[in-house]
């Protein structure tokens, strides 16, 4: 019933930039909260920034004043813009979603999409 489909990946050198976006499509009411995780094998999927549906902003602290999460509640997306981008931002990268659809939530995950930082 939701479709969440992100954009922007690829390969970058350290220090460079990228910018993620993730677009949310189906028979939506509203969304609350929108996010970003990423995830590395053998290691549990973490947080890196999320953002209520007032645009108030969460982050990890690995990834404080390097990147910047952001909405556009009228196209259901949301963004991620890295700076600054280390080694160890390479993980896969995935969009989430809190999703309101005739009276229920539903928690909702994008495919991933991968990032990698490296000379």
């Known amino acids: 019933q939701v479709q969440l489909v992100e954009l922007g990946g690829g390969l970058v050198q350290p220090g460079g930039s990228l910018r993620l976006s993730c677009a949310a499509s189906?028979?939506?009411?509203?969304?609350?909260?929108m996010g970003w995780y990423r995830q590395t094998p053998g290691k549990q999927r973490e947080l890196v920034a999320a953002?209520?549906?007032?645009?108030?902003?969460n982050y990890a602290d690995a990834v404080k004043g390097r990147f910047t999460v952001s909405r556009d509640n009228a196209k259901n997306t949301v963004y991620l813009q890295m700076n600054s981008l280390r080694p160890e931002d390479t993980a896969v990268y995935y969009c989430?979603?809190?999703?309101?659809?005739?009276?229920?939530?539903?928690?909702?995950w994008g495919q991933g999409t991968q990032v990698t930082v490296s000379s």
């Open positions: 989430h979603a809190n999703v309101w659809i005739l009276g229920r939530i539903y928690d909702s």
């Open positions: 189906g028979s939506i009411f509203s969304i609350d909260t």
């Open positions: 953002i209520s549906s007032g645009g108030t902003p």
